[in-house]
């Protein structure tokens, strides 16, 4: 793991005398044995004091107190280049939610019993980057050999922040629980009202952002009895849907292999982190609305299953989950428009309906949507993955309008009224607003157009 390590980083510990007991810790270790590219690295220093700790560093950069109650150190040794150092702490429980913890530095730790205190093996394995070898005292290695997720010690129901981690875990890395790590959580469950809503918001954009596997964190929620408080999707489990366009099964099922497939795209992974996030959880919640919509109907002589209107029913229940975690307001703008126009392909595409499909996404646009589009047609195996056939029109339409990752902007603007002698008033918001509407159904495309219509307007 050494040749991974910033080359100040990897001086600091091997010639800093103090940091005999200094070892790589966590995520870091993880994803170096995963193959995964390493981002931060976290170092645990075993036998100096807090003290002791920041005057050591404070030879190599500067240093800044974060979290001295948790022993937390930061060092920056060069413009970018900053890493956590932490001195190992005992933490107890002493009363409900995640500010209960007692939290107590202890510099005479153990390494094994460090590590002890870590949510699952995977992330209990330690690094010694002055032997060159890894620490391993609870089978993490054999674990993410096997792809396993196991709790690391019976400390686990300390924190149930850690069942959410779990779920995101396992998506993001391929892996299956555990059946007493499972059983752990489904004892646990009842201590979700323990946790703060960020924390809860943070493990699901990890899940929504990074996830290769989104299916399996929404089947460890299942089985671990945490879909309860999560309704607008434990909702889904069981709602039938018509085999004919649906052969994978019920709506659960559906939503399970949109989210994977979306996860499949290379060009939804290269996207920026907050557009996956918008993204896929616009493909989960595409379908929130089916359960109160879904029904049997006889058609064309024969029953079929049915949910028509889920489409714009299902934008306020994403609104609803996406307030269950406290998402910002750009996130509550830009991810209800695009499940409440995922079946909009399905009309044939006019450069009308194209402006006012845009200006209905906005602030989302139409290549989100079509993300969402392929999702959704590529969630329905044995059926063939890839964009519905009803999507290239409408995507061709709105590359040659301009329209493909922005909403029209008027084109009459108030400055217009005032050259044509009109005074500033109430009647310019009416004057403007009859104006757009006007430029999306496609009166006008230009200004000198809209300086036409204008005129018209007034004399009427």
């Not at 590219?37 to 075993?46: A, G, H, L, R, Y």
């Not at 089978?139 to 396993?148: H, V």
Request: a negative charge.
């Amino acid at each position: 793991m050494n040749e991974s390590l910033p080359p100040m980083l990897l001086r600091i510990l091997r010639e800093t005398p103090e940091f005999q007991g200094a070892f790589l810790v966590g995520g870091c270790v993880r994803d170096h044995l995963l193959g995964v590219p390493v981002k931060d690295f976290d170092i645990e220093v075993f036998g100096l004091g807090y003290e002791r700790l920041t005057n050591v560093l404070s030879r190599w950069g500067r240093t800044d107190v974060v979290g001295r109650s948790f022993g937390v150190v930061k060092l920056t040794v060069a413009p970018g280049e900053t890493h956590d150092f932490t001195l190992p702490r005992r933490d107890s429980k002493v009363a409900p939610g995640h500010r209960g913890f007692q939290v107590q530095c202890d510099p005479d730790l153990s390494p094994e019993e460090a590590s002890a205190r870590r949510d699952f093996t995977i992330n209990s394995l330690m690094w010694d980057p002055r032997r060159n070898v890894l620490l391993d005292f609870h089978r993490g290695q054999e674990d993410l050999r096997a792809g396993i997720l196991r709790h690391t010690s019976d400390a686990f129901p300390e924190d149930p922040l850690r069942v959410l981690r779990g779920m995101q875990f396992v998506s993001r890395f391929r892996l299956r629980a555990a059946p007493e790590t499972v059983e752990l959580c489904r004892n646990i469950a009842d201590t979700y009202r323990e946790l703060a809503v960020e924390r809860v918001r943070e493990e699901w954009f990890k899940w929504a952002a990074k996830s290769v596997q989104p299916s399996a964190g929404l089947n460890f929620l299942r089985e671990a009895g945490w879909l309860a408080h999560f309704p607008e999707v434990g909702t889904l489990v069981g709602v039938p849907q018509d085999p004919e366009w649906h052969p994978e099964g019920d709506v659960w099922t559906h939503t399970l292999h949109c989210c994977d497939a979306l996860a499949e795209l290379p060009a939804w992974q290269a996207l920026d982190e907050t557009t996956r996030i918008v993204t896929m959880i616009a493909v989960l919640a595409h379908d929130f609305a089916k359960p109160q919509c879904t029904f049997a109907t006889e058609k064309h002589g024969q029953m079929r299953i049915v949910s028509p209107g889920h489409e714009p029913a299902g934008a306020p229940l994403a609104e609803i989950f996406l307030h269950r975690l406290g998402a910002s307001n750009e996130l509550l703008a830009r991810i209800p428009p695009l499940v409440a126009n995922h079946l909009a392909h399905l009309q044939d595409p006019t450069p009308r309906s194209v402006r006012r499909l845009a200006q209905r996404l906005s602030p989302a646009t139409i290549e989100e949507l079509s993300f969402v589009l392929i999702a959704d047609s590529s969630g329905r195996p044995p059926l063939p993955k890839g964009p519905p056939d009803r999507m290239e029109p409408l995507m061709s339409l709105a590359r040659e309008l301009k329209l493909q990752a922005d909403a029209p902007q008027p084109i009459l603007l108030g400055r217009h009224l005032l050259e044509r002698g009109l005074e500033s008033g109430p009647a310019f918001k009416a004057i403007l607003t009859a104006a757009f509407e006007a430029q999306l159904d496609g009166v006008f495309t230009n200004l000198d157009g809209a300086r036409k219509w204008l005129d018209a307007y007034l004399a009427d």
